[in-house]
């Protein structure tokens, strides 16, 4: 493998749709270096849509798994069948490194910080959790394995997700049914993250609400079906419109696509609109391995908005007991968004 180049990539990413997201500039990045390669990626079925709509990417692989758990038999068959030369862990489990083993890939990069590094044949020697860089730029340190030395940077990324008429047009329909007519200007609010990082409380997510009906903007909440009771929360008005649960993930992204910002917690839809090149507003806690510095959306059109408190070392279980996520200044977001729909707005790293 190291006298010739890579022909067959697998890129294993089977977390969630930010993490995702953020892995999917590696396909356009090895077809410059290595353009007859072949790129797959090992992903969850849920998250398949995003990797189909990325044109850099061959084929897309959904790891079989029964309630959560990796079958490792099956896998290590089904990969088999595809001969990869190479395989580049993104996600590191000892199940998903094991399989990746078993099914003797040549090359396998994964960390060199776990105890079964020694599956891999190429290790990386960075913790994530210290939150030195972002995320999209940890994944991509990985390629140098397969010798590419592709520094990444907002400018020269490439998420390119494409969107099938086939998704807008159902959702020009929805937005319609709902009295959001065609370029009529909408907001976005997703309140959840699925335990993904500490939420802005939904009370702070009414707030912003009620300070913006005064603009004549409609407001479209999102969420998954299990958040659908937080988002029924929102309904505080004619202009509010919840979709959560209604929304396969095609139909989010076509979604996305047409609104003009989003609102989010750090969770995969604020990653989505980044990536589409929407405005996006997020609100992170001050945990270093939840900061925005590692899992920011990778834009530099973002505001992102941290707890107005002077801590330091702040865990999860901390940040939680301690409510830190109310101390987040409502009136600036307010403010914020009001600029960027009045064209006054100044992008900010943290608020």
Same mark, same amino acid.
């Not at 990626?41 to 959904?62: C, G, M, Q, V």
């Not at 003797?104 to 599956?119: A, D, E, H």
């Given at each position: 493998m190291r006298d010739r180049f890579p022909t067959n990539i697998l890129i294993v990413r089977t977390d969630r749709i930010g993490d995702v997201i953020l892995s999917l500039p590696l396909a356009s990045v090895i077809k410059e270096?290595?353009?007859?390669?072949? /790129?797959?990626?090992?992903? &969850?079925? #849920?998250?398949?849509?995003? =990797?189909?709509?990325?044109?850099?990417?061959?084929?897309?692989?959904?790891?079989?798994?029964?309630?959560?758990?990796?079958r490792i038999l099956e896998n290590v068959r089904l990969l088999k069948k595809y001969n990869f030369d190479a395989a580049i862990v993104l996600y590191p489990t000892f199940t998903?490194?094991?399989?990746?083993?078993?099914?003797?890939?040549?090359?396998? /990069?994964?960390?060199?910080? &776990?105890? #079964?590094?020694?599956?891999? =044949?190429?290790?990386?020697?960075?913790?994530?959790?210290?939150?030195?860089?972002?995320?999209?730029?940890?994944?991509?340190?990985?390629?140098?394995s397969i010798r590419i030395n592709f520094q990444p940077g907002i400018d020269n990324v490439k998420f390119n997700l494409n969107i099938s008429d086939s998704s807008l047009n159902k959702i020009d329909g929805i937005l319609k049914v709902n009295n959001i007519q065609p370029e009529e200007r909408f907001i976005i609010i997703h309140p959840g993250s699925g335990g993904s990082a500490v939420d802005l409380p939904i009370d702070r997510f009414k707030e912003i609400i009620k300070l913006l009906l005064d603009y004549n903007i409609k407001i479209v909440l999102t969420g998954s079906n299990a958040e659908r009771t937080i988002c029924n929360k929102l309904e505080i008005s004619n202009n509010v419109i919840n979709l959560s649960g209604l929304l396969t993930l095609e139909l989010l992204i076509a979604l996305i696509s047409k609104s003009c910002l989003l609102i989010a917690n750090s969770t995969g839809p604020l990653h989505i609109a980044a990536a589409l090149g929407k405005q996006t507003f997020g609100f992170y806690p001050k945990i270093k391995s939840c900061s925005a510095q590692r899992w920011g959306p990778y834009t530099n059109k973002r505001f992102i908005y941290e707890p107005e408190l002077d801590c330091k070392d702040c865990d999860k279980k901390q940040c939680e007991n301690l409510n830190c996520m109310n101390y987040i200044n409502i009136n600036n977001v307010v403010n914020d968004i009001k600029n960027f729909l009045d064209n006054k707005t100044e992008n900010k790293n943290v608020h």
């Open positions: 270096h290595y353009p007859n390669c072949k /790129v797959s990626f090992l992903i &969850r079925d #849920y998250t398949k849509p995003l =990797t189909e709509a990325n044109s850099h990417i061959d084929e897309s692989i959904i790891i079989k798994e029964n309630n959560g758990r990796f998903l490194s094991l399989i990746i083993f078993l099914a003797r890939i040549k090359k396998r /990069v994964g960390t060199g910080y &776990r105890l #079964y590094s020694f599956l891999f =044949t190429d290790k990386i020697y960075e913790h994530r959790k210290d939150a030195k860089k972002h995320e999209l730029e940890y994944n991509f340190s990985l390629l140098k």
